[in-house]
């Protein structure tokens, strides 16, 4: 009787079950325990540290600045050297891009030169020489600041310009494998970056003085210069490294023309317009040209909703910029028409067309010139639907 009474206590699953439930909820107590008295420790520690450094501000000041003004003049200099610091190592970095290019030069030239004196004399191509097709790197940018001048940033967009110029030039020639490998991809791709980068930061200042500060034939050669090497690659790759840099410049451009309130700014507007033009020209930038900017009607729509709703006025200078998107959009489909089939999915067509018919809601009546457009663009993506 013992036996079995004691085998049927050792054996009984509801008492083990409730020994280990037991047992986990205090595992999982001590951990909660454990977790919280960490967090009081790294408070306290923190607090410690505050007061540390308190007391050190105050023994250390000078006598003619009180504690406050001594901690404002310690947080400036430090702030000075975080700046100093990212300057220094923006410009290293300027440094190692121009030493890796200047490397992929070297490799491109010892492997190709021959080849292209090669190609000219089979061509018959006499005018171009060796030296069309060499690379130039970019300059160094040492001892820029964070912020460089307008001049100073217009000379780095040259720079990648022309280099980027050449690695087209001499691939185009010669072919090279070298153009394929793995650090002459990369140091390409980084230039592209930057050149990107520099032309945002061109927009942003435009933006922000309301005027062109640079030479509009130099962004629109840049642009042109990227889009061409960008076309080159695989979508996998570009949009891997490329793509949300890309969308991101699509927006600062669209933006831009929207956002100008200025009653005599058409060239600039008009300048704006042919960059996103080249953009949505490329094969592989196309659709996302497309639809950032029905994605900017549609926007424009809701507003337009909002301000019959509200009884607001409406802003002539935005009502006149949403024009503009619509002559770029208008463009883009209408070069897109003229092939003989369109390389536009239907999928992303289907998903444009909806969007446009969603910027109809409400407002058709009231603004009779804006739903005219609209219904113009949707005839043409339409058309473009019975040709995939």
Not at 79 to 101: D, H
Not at 295 to 312: A, G, H, K, N, P
Not at 341 to 352: C, E, K, M, N, T
């Amino acid at each position: 009787m013992e036996r079995g009474k004691c085998y049927d206590t050792v054996s009984n699953p509801t008492e083990l079950d409730k020994k280990d439930k037991t047992l986990c909820g205090n595992d999982n107590l001590c951990s909660t325990e454990a977790s919280s008295i960490e967090d009081n420790l790294i408070q306290i520690y923190i607090q410690r540290v505050k007061l540390a450094t308190a007391l050190a501000v105050i023994r250390t000041k000078p006598s003619s600045m009180t504690g406050q003004e001594y901690a404002e003049h310690l947080w400036n200099k430090y702030s000075q050297n975080q700046l100093n610091w990212k300057s220094r190592a923006k410009s290293l970095e300027t440094e190692v891009l121009q030493l890796k290019q200047e490397l992929l030069e070297s490799t491109f030239n010892s492997q190709d030169e021959d080849r292209v004196v090669l190609a000219n004399v089979v061509n018959g191509d006499t005018e171009t020489s060796k030296q069309d097709v060499l690379l130039t790197p970019p300059c160094s940018s040492e001892g820029n600041d964070t912020t460089c001048t307008v001049d100073a940033l217009g000379n780095t967009v040259r720079c990648h310009t022309n280099f980027l110029q050449s690695i087209i030039k001499l691939r185009s020639v010669s072919k090279c494998s070298a153009w394929q490998e793995e650090e002459g991809g990369s140091t390409v791709g980084k230039t592209v970056s930057n050149a990107l980068d520099s032309i945002k930061e061109f927009l942003k200042i435009t933006e922000i003085e309301g005027i062109c500060t640079v030479p509009f034939t130099l962004l629109e050669h840049s642009l042109h210069t990227v889009i061409e090497v960008l076309d080159q690659l695989s979508s996998g790759l570009f949009v891997k490294e490329f793509r949300d840099p890309v969308l991101s410049l699509i927006t600062s451009l669209s933006e831009i023309i929207l956002n100008c309130n200025e009653v005599n700014m058409h060239s600039q507007k008009e300048n704006m317009c042919k960059l996103l033009l080249i953009l949505g020209r490329s094969p592989i930038l196309k659709d996302e040209v497309l639809n950032e900017l029905t994605m900017q009607i549609y926007r424009f729509s809701q507003m337009l909703q909002d301000t019959v709703r509200c009884e607001q006025d409406l802003d002539p200078c935005k009502f006149e910029n949403i024009y503009y998107i619509f002559s770029v959009c208008e463009t883009v489909l209408k070069d897109e028409c003229k092939l003989p089939h369109s390389v536009i999915p239907d999928s992303v067509l289907v998903r444009l067309q909806q969007t446009l018919e969603d910027s109809l809601l409400h407002i058709s009546n009231m603004f009779p010139l804006f739903a005219h457009y609209v219904w113009k663009l949707g005839g043409m993506i339409e058309f473009l639907k019975r040709q995939v």
